[in-house]
Each structure stands twice: as C-alpha cells, then as structure tokens.
C-alpha cells in the first residue's frame, strides 16, 4: 500500500506509471529477495542487539554473494537499521529488474498485475549484479 501511495505521488509529477511491472517504477520486497539469494534473514527486524546480530550476518551473506559489493564504510548503520538494509537490498533488486534479471508477469498474470501492481522478484543471483 505505501508503493501505491508512493507511486500516485509521483505519476503527479512524472505523468502515470504503470504498476504491472513494465514501468520505469520498481516494487520490491526485500525478505523475498533475501529468500530467493538464499541469504537467511529470518527475524531482522528490530531495535534490538538480536537483530542487529542477524542483520550483521545478512550482510556477511551479502557480500560473500557479491564481493563487488563494498558495504564496508556503512556496515554499523546497516546493522543498526532494518530500514536502511532494505534499502540496500530494495536497491540491488531493483538492479536486478533493470538488467532484466526479475520475474515478470505471464499472460494469465497480466490483468491483475494492472490492477493490483506488480512486485519484482530476482530471477538470478547476486553474482551479475555488478555488471
């Protein structure tokens, strides 16, 4: 619901974006991203030194995944914010959807993707992101 509100603030300034997928706009969902990189992120969510202990280990799993990646000078406020590392991992499959690296929808999707939007899935791994 935030990336309709989001995405009605914008088609005011840009002109309509369709939701289906095909736009220049990108919804994602970071825990299935995780999920789909095989990376374990299961209870990172939080304030507290539990979850700042998983969202450490999520970037560890990251950065094996893509040694391109050089989180290095931010990895205390990574750990410190599950919002800011769903940005990063917001921004890598959004990377993804423009390599064209992200499930689209098939035929039988496509109404509902027009209707409901469209959240971008990676199809590869991390590995070639970087190119």
């Known amino acids: 619901m935030r990336c309709a509100v ?3 603030k914008i088609a005011r300034a840009w002109g309509a974006q369709p939701r ?3 736009g ?3 919804e994602v969902y970071p825990a299935a991203s995780l999920k789909i990189w095989g990376v374990s992120a299961r209870r990172y969510k939080g304030r507290g030194t539990p979850e700042s202990e998983v ?4 970037l560890g799993q990251l950065t094996a995944a893509a040694p391109w990646l050089d989180l290095a000078a931010y990895r205390d406020q990574l750990t410190a914010s ?8 917001a921004s890598l499959t959004a990377r993804a959807a423009a390599r064209q690296a992200t499930l689209l929808p098939g035929p ?7 209707e ?9 791994s991390l590995t070639g992101l970087n190119k």
Request: charged share 30%; glycine share 8%; net charge negative.
């Open 24 to 26: 220049r706009l990108v």
């Open 20 to 22: 289906d997928g095909t």
């Open 55 to 58: 969202r450490d280990a999520i």
């Open 6 to 8: 989001i995405q009605a």
């Open 82 to 89: 599950d919002d800011l590392l769903d940005a990063v991992i």
């Open 116 to 124: 409901e939007g469209w959240i971008h899935l990676p199809t590869g």
């Open 108 to 114: 039988d999707q496509e109404l509902a993707a027009r």
